[in-house]
């Protein structure tokens, strides 16, 4: 047994030895070719892992790279545009700069967004395409025309608080439902400051192409409103047939700020559209009220639209001239404070002159405010509207030199001052529409309506981006939680028959979501969200990218840089 399994071990390593394959050719190749074989194949598997490893890094590269690009495009200066293809185009606001501020602006930031869900919400549930929604009923009404006002004016609130399921189902509405073929007479001002500028600011924000067609739609329908004799606008014009014309009550005049108050949102149309037509209406407004501009620079509330001229009316930063005075500033921001718009700084600088003359002090606490003027007769009265009049000092007076920007910011600082007591003097805490100035009485509420007016926020908005001071953020949350108290109901918010009383109304204007809320949803956001040097706001709070200047003599040339620097978000339409 021994001596047999010595043999057949022997037999087992005998195929190792080299000399039993020399003797054996046929074996020896064999062999070879099982070895070139076997290398072959393990080589084989190597190089297809090796490869596919290759490809893995590359494809992990190319993801880590998106996300850097992803990273940078979400955290560029104050809001992000891709620098891409135009039609990517998309701002991202919410995470800007992480909107990370202190612990209670976060809190209260959270607050007025959940105000805004709740309005929204119960426009979304009873009025929903309508233009506003009436919450103590809980229905919607068409107060301008059907054209799903609030929603309009809400798109761009919704966007910037980051609420991007609502944003997404207003926008289908936007695509699927809005219809501007209505024979309906419209306010050329209100639909210009609510749906034009509502849009375009959509537009500006998402790059949604959608959003630019519907407004070249309403700005196209409203263009015949221009065809006067002088230029200055017929206030109301039919959106079906284009018929225009002054309402009665006018006595056949035009409006100042209903006139004067489209400039930067068909600025803005024409330099996103490259068709210069809606520029050259709007700005010829300007021309022709320049021809016979005061040396006060203030214009009576009523132009005649044949003549060019004012007529004996009064003179107000409130209720008919108010916004007149703030495009004009606001048109020289958007121009880049270029040459091309040093008119409108000039006009707007002589009409701070005319301001000054019209500034005074109450008794006994000195509070400062802007009074009327019906021909050489001041009158003791300002309104609750002529309180954007702060902010928009406060955002001119750094174009002034050292001292008159000095006198300007106090001068807005005191006005803003004003303002806020117009509510802390209530027993509500909420202002009422106007205000009346008697020696020994400071101010006594004249119309003690309150209607969610946005306008003392916006300059605490303002007065607190341009001078830092936190004093402003406070006002601004004690005004939001008088109007959670008093205006707050289970289907929205609602204004007050009187802010001695807090009766109720039945409204929520479209403004308290466009204006109200976004403004002091900013009052507690870093000064990145939304940056005074990269837009700026339209009466109606809707922000507008500020982009280089469509040169009317050469609109090609500015169209063709504009999409080789993608500014604008989408094909030409
Ligand atoms: C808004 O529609 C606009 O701010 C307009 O310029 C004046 N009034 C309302 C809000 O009060």
């Not at 007769?377 to 002034?400: H, N, Q, R, T, V």
């Not at 006198?407 to 509510?423: H, I, P, S």
């Not at 403004?519 to 837009?535: H, R, T």
Request: aromatic share 12%.
């Amino acid at each position: 047994m021994a001596r047999s399994s010595r043999s057949s071990s022997s037999i087992r390593w005998r195929y190792l030895n080299p000399a039993y394959y020399l003797k054996r050719p046929k074996r020896l190749a064999l062999l070879f070719m099982a070895f070139v074989f076997v290398s072959f194949f393990v080589w084989d598997r190597q190089t297809i892992v090796m490869k596919h490893e290759e490809e893995l890094s590359i494809l992990k590269e190319e993801v880590e790279r998106l996300q850097n690009e992803l990273g940078e495009l979400k955290h560029e200066g104050g809001v992000s545009v891709t620098k891409n293809n135009a039609s990517t185009k998309h701002v991202d606001v919410t995470k800007k700069g992480g909107l990370a501020s202190d612990p209670i602006e976060a809190e209260r930031r959270e607050k007025v967004k959940d105000a805004m869900v709740h309005a929204w919400s119960s426009y979304e549930k009873y009025a929903w395409g309508h233009d506003e929604l009436q919450p103590q009923s809980k229905n919607g009404v068409d107060s301008f025309g059907g054209l799903g006002a609030t929603l309009i004016d809400s798109l761009d609130t919704l966007y910037i608080m980051g609420l991007d399921e609502q944003f997404q189902r207003a926008k289908e509405w936007v695509a699927d439902s809005l219809d501007f073929n209505k024979n309906y007479d419209a306010s050329v001002f209100e639909t210009t400051i609510r749906v034009v500028g509502g849009l375009l600011s959509a537009y500006d924000l998402s790059g949604e192409n959608v959003f630019l067609e519907k407004a070249k739609d309403i700005a196209d329908r409203l263009l015949p409103a221009w065809s006067t004799p002088s230029g200055i606008p017929y206030n109301i014009i039919n959106l079906a047939h284009g018929n225009a014309h002054n309402p009665g009550w006018t006595g056949g005049d035009s409006i100042l700020a209903d006139s004067g108050t489209e400039q930067l949102e068909f600025i803005a149309l024409s330099q996103r559209t490259g068709d210069p037509k809606y520029q050259q209406k709007v700005e010829n407004v300007i021309l022709e009220l320049n021809k016979t501009f005061p040396a006060d620079g203030l214009l009576p509330i009523y132009i005649n639209p044949h003549r060019g001229t004012t007529s004996h009316s009064t003179i107000t930063f409130g209720a008919m001239g108010d916004s007149f005075y703030e495009y004009l500033l606001k048109v020289w921001i958007q121009g880049n404070k270029t040459a091309d718009v040093k008119l409108y700084r000039e006009m707007w600088e002589t009409s701070m002159k005319g301001l000054l003359s019209l500034v005074r002090k109450t008794a006994p606490s000195s509070f400062t405010y802007i009074s009327e003027k019906i021909g050489n007769s001041l009158i003791d009265k300002m309104d609750e509207l002529a309180c954007f009049a702060p902010g928009m000092i406060a955002l001119g007076s750094s174009g002034y030199g050292p001292d008159e920007s000095t006198k300007f910011l106090n001068l807005a600082e005191e006005l803003a001052w004003t303002c806020y007591n117009f509510y802390q003097s209530t027993p509500t805490k909420l202002a009422g529409e106007n205000y009346f100035f008697h020696s020994g009485q400071d101010m006594t509420v004249g119309t003690s309506w309150n209607i969610l007016r946005p306008e003392t926020v916006e300059s605490l908005f303002y007065l607190w981006r341009l001078t830092g001071n936190k004093t402003y953020q406070e006002w601004g949350w004690n005004i939001f939680q008088a109007f959670e108290k008093n205006s707050r109901v289970e289907a929205g918010y609602v204004g007050l028959k009187d802010v001695n009383t807090g009766m109720k109304d039945n409204m929520m204007q479209s403004f308290f979501l466009a204006e109200t809320l976004k403004y002091l949803y900013l009052l507690f956001s870093p000064p990145s969200v939304i940056s005074l040097d990269e837009w700026v706001f339209n009466t109606e709070a809707h922000p507008l990218k500020i982009v280089p200047r469509l040169t009317q003599r050469k609109p090609n040339n500015v169209r063709v840089r504009a999409r080789k620097e993608g500014r604008f978000g989408g094909s030409r339409i």
